[in-house]
């Protein structure tokens, strides 16, 4: 009979030194894909903005409708 402790962790052991290997490698970034996803991301934050507070603008009006 096998000893199965000893392939499990021999499994085990290899999934980890794969990953630091794979690690040490240098990466690139390209500054033109950096600088759109931070122009979009503005954009997306504006828009959330503009439609809080046309939501919050539109809450307070039918508030007073309601109440007055």
């Known amino acids: 009979m096998k000893n199965l402790n000893v392939t499990i962790k021999d499994k085990i ?3 980890y030194s794969e990953k630091d ?3 040490t490698q240098p ?3 390209n500054i ?3 600088l759109n ?4 991301n503005k954009k997306n934050e504006t ?3 503009l439609y809080f507070s046309a939501a919050a603008s539109t809450g307070l009006i039918l508030f007073g409708f309601i109440l007055f």
């Open 13 to 15: 052991l290899s999934r």
């Open 21 to 23: 290997l794979e690690n």
């Open 27 to 29: 990466s690139t970034s």
């Open 32 to 34: 033109n894909v950096l």
């Open 37 to 40: 996803r931070i122009k979009v």
């Open 47 to 49: 828009r959330k903005k």
